[in-house]
Structure formats: C-alpha cells, structure tokens
C-alpha cells in the first residue's frame, strides 16, 4: 500500500510517546519496523491509507499492546469519523465511551463486509465467497479496520480479509472478543502476521469457517 507522510511522521510521534512513558517496552509499526520482547507496541499509523489519501474519512490509527505475544488492549481512533474504538482484556469495549456488543443474527440474516473484491472473485476461495454473498442477507466492501469495528458494535455480522499483517488486527483482537465476538483465521486457529482474518459475531463464525478452509 501507498506510504504518506502522515504515515511516517504518525508513527514516529507515537513511538516518542512510548519510549517516554514504556521506555523498557519494545515496539512494532508499519513504517519503522519490528521491535522483540515481552511487552511489544504494535503500531498502523494509518490504516487505510488509500482511503486518507483520497480524501475518504474511513481511516484510522491502530495500537495495540502484545504481552507474551497476546493482545492485551486494543484502540482504533478514527479522527475523521470522531470515533474511537477501544478495548482491555477483561474490561470490555467501548465507542466513544458506549459499550459494544456483536449481534445474535445466524448467517441467512447476516450482513458480510469483506476487504476488496478482487482479492477474492481471481483466488481458490471464490466460490466459497460467492456463495457467502448469496446465503447472507446483504454483503458491502468496506474495507480496512472500518468493517471488523462494524462486528464489534452489531451492525455488521462477518468480515473477512484473506491477508493482514499483524499491525493491521492485533487491536482488532482485542475490541472484538471483549464486544463478544470472536477474530480467527479462515481455519479457525490463532492469527499470525500475514494470515488470513475472519471477524464474526460468534453465532455464524463456526459455519463461516467450515466453507472457507474447505471442511
């Protein structure tokens, strides 16, 4: 994806704020590289870049705090929206300060977000995806942190993303499974950087992964 410099100059700012006030912390970001430890800072500046570049509010900045290698607390702050997403483990989520919850919809009711069409009608899945479109109620391509924060709030049942590096879900983890959903790979297994992302309301997860890995 494109690189601003809003990208570098975001990315630096929270580094420099991090160092500050976690100065033994380790950190992660998209722009400046990869940093190892107990406690890892995981950084997107801007995700949704294309979107900010062209002039689309659907962007956001994307934290997230990794100890031992889980997500511990997750925020997703989209300033051109005026909102911000933010969740810790055993706390609950939150937007704008409200609660979060998924929604109870079963999968003939459900609304599908999915990341670009051309990511899936040229792939293996793509019969697998067609025929998600055609069993839920409505499908739209909303892209980027925007349609897995929908899952957390209800308005959305499933979003799936074939590859996200792991800058682009570790907070998504965390706001999602505290609003009582759950954040997977196609299969089913934990995420891993690169690994494909499957965001669900929990009630259709189980059925949604049986048709993507192919089971």
Known sequence: SPVTQADLEVETAVREMIAARFPSDAVTGEEHGEGAGDRVWIVDPIDGTRNFADG????????????????????????ALGERYEAVRGGGARWNGRELHVSERKLDDAFLAFSSVDDWLDGHRAEAFLALV???????????????????????????EPSLRVWDWASIVVIVEEAGGMVTTFEGEEPSDGSSILTSNAAVHDDVVRRLSGQ
Do not use: C, E, N, Y
């Open 56 to 79: 689309v509010p659907i962007w956001a900045t994307l934290l997230a705090l990794q100890v031992d290698g889980r997500s511990v607390l997750g925020m997703a702050s989209a300033p």
């Open 134 to 160: 055609h069993d839920t109620r409505r499908s739209r391509g909303f892209g980027d942190f925007w349609g897995h924060m929908l899952v957390a709030r209800g308005a959305v049942d499933l979003m799936i």
